[in-house]
T-cell receptor
Framework: GENVEQHPSTLSVQEGDSAVIKCTYS??????FPWYKQELGKRPQLIID?????GEKKDQRIAVTLNKTAKHFSLHITETQPEDSAVYFC????????????FGTGTLLAVQP | DGGITQSPKYLFRKEGQNVTLSCEQN?????MYWYRQDPGQGLRLIYY???????QKGDIAEGYSVSREKKESFPLTVTSAQKNPTAFYLC????????????FGPGTRLTVT
C-alpha cells in the first residue's frame, strides 16, 4: 500500500551546523509534500510544503527539495539553533479524490548548544 | 491557539468502556481528520470527513467510530473493540478536500487501564 519512509529516526547536530532529513514515497501520483514540526507535547505545525510541479522551495533557513523521478524529498535546515530541536514529520498526499496524507515515522532532531 | 480545539487534554478510562473525544473547529474548514500517534510510528489516519454527513475509514479504523453532523464538529468514539486504545489522538482540519495545509488541534492523551 501507500508508504512514506523517513530517515534518520534521530539526528544530533551542533548548533550552527546543517541538518538533512530524507523521505521516500511509494505512490507516484502523490502531488503534495508537507513537513511538520512537533515540539514535545505540542501539536504538529506546518513549516514548509512543496507541490509536485516544483523541485525546490526555500523559506529562510529551511528548504525542501523534491525528486519526482526517484520519489525522494528532503528537508534541509541550515544554521541550526537549539529551538529547532523537535520531531519532524514528512508526509505525502495520495493522488485521486481522497488526498489523504501519509506520514513518515518522524525524526527527532537534537541541536546541541 | 484558537481555531481547532480538542477536549479533554488528558482522559483516563477503564478497559471495556467506550469514550468519545471532542474536536471542534471555527475555521470554516470542510475536511476534518482523526489521527493516532504512537511512539516511533508517526501519525496514522483513523477516519476522515470531506463534508458534513460523510466520512471514510482511514488506515486503522477498526474499533473507532465517528460522526459529522455539523461542519464544526467531528467527534471520535473509541470503542471497547479497540484492542490497544492508549495513545495520543490528534484531530486536524483543512480548507477543502484537495491538497493543502492541515491544521492540528492540541491533542488528547487517552490512557485505558
Amino acid at each position: 500500500g501507500e508508504n512514506v519512509e523517513q530517515h534518520p529516526s534521530t539526528l544530533s547536530v551542533q548548533e550552527g551546523d546543517s541538518a538533512v532529513i530524507k523521505c521516500t514515497y511509494s505512490d507516484s501520483a502523490s502531488n503534495y509534500f508537507p513537513w511538520y514540526k512537533q515540539e514535545l507535547g505540542k501539536r504538529p505545525q506546518l513549516i514548509i510544503d512543496i507541490r509536485s510541479n516544483v523541485g525546490e522551495k526555500k523559506d529562510q533557513r529551511i528548504a525542501v527539495t523534491l525528486n519526482k523521478t526517484a520519489k525522494h524529498f528532503s528537508l534541509h535546515i541550515t544554521e541550526t539553533q537549539p529551538e529547532d530541536s523537535a520531531v519532524y514529520f514528512c508526509a505525502a498526499s495520495m493522488g485521486g479524490a481522497t488526498n489523504k496524507l501519509i506520514f513518515g515515522t518522524g525524526t527527532l532532531l537534537a541541536v546541541q548548544p | 491557539d484558537g481555531g481547532i480545539t480538542q477536549s479533554p487534554k488528558y482522559l483516563f478510562r477503564k478497559e471495556g468502556q467506550n469514550v468519545t473525544l471532542s474536536c471542534e473547529q471555527n475555521l470554516n474548514h470542510d475536511a476534518m481528520y482523526w489521527y493516532r500517534q504512537d511512539p516511533g510510528q508517526g501519525l496514522r489516519l483513523i477516519y476522515y470527513s470531506q463534508i458534513v454527513n460523510d466520512f471514510q475509514k482511514g488506515d486503522i479504523a477498526e474499533g473507532y467510530s465517528v460522526s459529522r453532523e455539523k461542519k464544526e464538529s467531528f467527534p471520535l468514539t473509541v470503542t471497547s473493540a479497540q484492542k490497544n486504545p492508549t495513545a495520543f489522538y490528534l484531530c486536524a482540519s483543512k480548507v477543502g478536500w484537495q491538497g493543502g495545509e492541515q491544521y492540528f488541534g492540541p491533542g488528547t492523551r487517552l490512557t485505558v487501564t
